[in-house]
């Protein structure tokens, strides 16, 4: 899989990330791509990378204490735009690696970088308390 990265927890990548109130209403498709991190990636029976996202987004979210907010640091380091972002914990889509909803970015790659650790733990631990992911790993 050429051009594909590894896609380690803490990976931030581009992905048409579909919301479950879109899902809802019927949709099967996420609306357009956004920054998404890696949360968890595993291995089925067959071999087949199985990845669970969280969606990255500039909507800030109702529940702060669901969410974590970027720091303009780490925007700039991951190429993100200088509005404020924040990571959604409170659900997450599962796919086969890599998938058709996967998209480049603007410097032609489908990853933006990893997250710094503490971020990643954060998130993981928001994670595993909204009861999303049983299990949440990163490695270093």
Request: with cysteine; aromatic share 8%.
């Amino acid at each position: 899989m050429a051009g594909y990265p590894n896609p380690i927890p803490g990976l931030v990548i581009r992905y048409s990330y579909l919301w479950k109130r879109e899902a809802d209403q019927g949709q099967v498709e996420g609306q357009k791509h956004r920054p998404c991190v890696v949360v968890l990636c595993v291995e089925d029976i067959d071999g087949e990378k199985v990845v669970t996202v969280a969606p990255i987004t500039h909507s800030k979210p109702n529940d702060l204490s669901q969410a974590i907010e970027l720091t303009s640091a780490t925007r700039r380091r991951l190429g993100l735009d200088a509005e404020k972002n924040w990571i959604m914990a409170t659900e997450v889509n599962t796919f086969f690696w890599p998938g058709p909803d996967l998209a480049p970015n603007a410097a032609g790659s489908y990853e933006y970088g990893e997250l710094p650790a503490v971020v990643f733990n954060a998130l993981k631990d928001k994670i595993l308390s909204a009861g999303n992911v049983s299990s949440v790993e990163r490695s270093d």
